[in-house]
């Protein structure tokens, strides 16, 4: 009797523990976004929920005298970064325009919402001209060389653009996907304020396309940080939106018509877009609104090609740790990881819709595979891997404490307004033996690293600084698991 008392004993513990994970997703979900209002650059509204942030960049612009207030710091830095500032909108607009439903089951479609519209008003500000976009205000040099919080920033917050001389299709690119997927987010809420983000991702789609080049030879101060591979995949990836958002054939034509469609990716990141532009063109052929020949033949295999190799059934499988995280790069990883997962929780939608399966070399893979596939990893980084620690700031108790983000490991303006200057960070905060005096409550850090091991301190910028990149893939996730 007391074996069997044992046995079940053990056995309710289990089912206790994977029930607290399942249920965790929508606190998860929740703190996600919370992240994006600590990033968030000028006035603060009434309804902020990150207390310990203030005002900052309220003179965004007034240099070149266009008004550049507002958007997102791109990390743990002050600077607003444009690439991947309009990738992470482009992110969470796709979150809601998939996953609209769960978030709304879960109270957070509305603040999915805020959250998209905080980027997005910004972007078309930052859009001034038809033919001009502000690609970044703050230099990364120079943020760097201080510690400050943003509200107390000293540094120089010099505007930088890209024209019809100084071309940047990336960029460009980027922003009219981000402004052609929000205008699929708000159609049904708000349908002059979807008109308004159509007209600039067209206009801004024609610029990229007429002008073309990489944007860090016009703006040098970005590729020091965030610096482009190539822009063909932005031009595909902004039709394909653009195609979704206003069904015009013209968009589908500049598909068909490309010269390169990327092939088998080795990630989807803020940098190479070419397996989100194949997501959706899959879609379109599964919904038998596309042909399945050509350039669009290709990219769905090259995209199911990508989702094999991260399920480990494909030609070209993906490392994995002994934990079992996916993994892609040293810096950064979960970045990475988190829009993997984005992709195959998507992809499990389409084929559950269109009743099919995806058919890798290593067998067939259906819905419920890649949901459970992109369960484990996002289960990886609540805190079901080897170190038992989740790598949501402020998920659960074991967490990282000394997160490389400026405004998070500097007392709240809000408790002492004593100016903190630019050296002053680093001796009196940067270099404290201490854990941050703010959480950054949602934040996904980089991750660990290919050992499953990490390093919980400020100066570990490779593993724990936080980033918009690495959260807003998260956000579709977590409201399709928290379903």
Same mark, same amino acid.
């Given at each position: ?9 053990? !056995? ?88 609209? $439903?769960? !978030? ?280 079901? $891997?080897?170190?038992? !620690? ?94």
């Amino acid at each position: 009797m007391s074996k069997l008392f044992l046995l079940a004993f053990v !056995l309710s513990c289990v089912v206790q523990v994977h029930n607290v994970v399942s249920a965790d997703y929508g606190d998860a979900l929740s703190k996600s976004l919370l992240f994006f209002e600590a990033q968030r650059s000028r006035l603060l509204p009434s309804d902020q929920r990150v207390q310990w942030r203030g005002n900052s960049g309220i003179r965004d612009g007034r240099s070149v005298n266009v008004n550049l207030v507002g958007g997102y710091y791109d990390a743990g830095d002050n600077v607003k970064f444009g690439l991947p500032m309009a990738y992470s909108v482009t992110m969470l607009a796709w979150s809601v325009v998939e996953f609209g $439903n769960n !978030l709304k089951a879960r109270n957070e479609y509305w603040n999915a919402l805020k959250a998209v519209k905080w980027g997005t008003d910004y972007l078309m500000k930052a859009h001034s001209d038809p033919d001009v976009l502000y690609g970044e205000v703050g230099d990364g040099a120079s943020d760097h060389a201080c510690w400050q919080r943003p509200e107390d920033m000293t540094t120089p917050r010099d505007a930088y653009r890209i024209d019809d001389q100084h071309p940047g299709s990336d960029i460009a690119g980027e922003t009219a996907a981000a402004l052609a997927a929000a205008s699929i987010a708000f159609s049904s809420s708000n349908a002059s304020y979807s008109f308004q983000l159509i007209r600039h991702a067209k206009q801004l789609f024609d610029f990229a396309n007429r002008h073309q080049g990489v944007y860090q030879n016009s703006i040098p101060v970005a590729g020091q940080f965030y610096s482009s591979s190539g822009y063909q995949d932005e031009l595909l990836w902004a039709a394909a939106w653009l195609q979704r958002a206003t069904n015009n054939q013209r968009y589908a034509d500049f598909i068909n018509q490309s010269s390169n469609t990327g092939g088998t990716r080795g990630m989807f990141s803020w940098d190479d877009k070419y397996v989100g532009a194949q997501l959706l063109v899959a879609k379109g052929i599964l919904e038998r609104r596309f042909p399945e020949s050509g350039n669009m033949g290709q990219m769905k295999n090259s995209a199911e090609q990508f989702i094999c190799n991260c399920i480990q059934k494909g030609n070209g499988n993906f490392q994995k740790t002994k934990g079992g995280l996916l993994w892609f790069l040293p810096w950064s990883n979960l970045q990475y990881v988190n829009s993997a997962s984005f992709i195959m929780s998507a992809y499990a939608d389409y084929l559950s819709k269109a009743r099919a399966t995806l058919r890798c070399a290593g067998g067939a893979v259906g819905p419920n595979d890649l949901i459970s596939f992109a369960r484990s990893q996002v289960d990886y980084i609540l805190g079901n $891997n080897p170190k038992r !620690l989740s790598y949501m700031v402020g998920f659960g108790s074991n967490y990282p404490k000394r997160v490389h983000h400026r405004g998070a490991s500097i007392v709240s303006i809000k408790k002492d307004r004593t100016r903190v200057g630019c050296q002053d960070g680093f001796n009196n905060w940067y270099n404290r033996n201490a854990d941050n005096p703010n959480v950054l409550t949602g934040a996904i850090v980089g991750g660990p690293d290919q050992s499953d091991q990490y390093t919980d301190a400020r100066n570990n910028y490779q593993q724990a600084e936080p980033s918009t990149a690495n959260n807003a893939p998260l956000v579709g996730v977590l409201a399709r698991l928290s379903a």
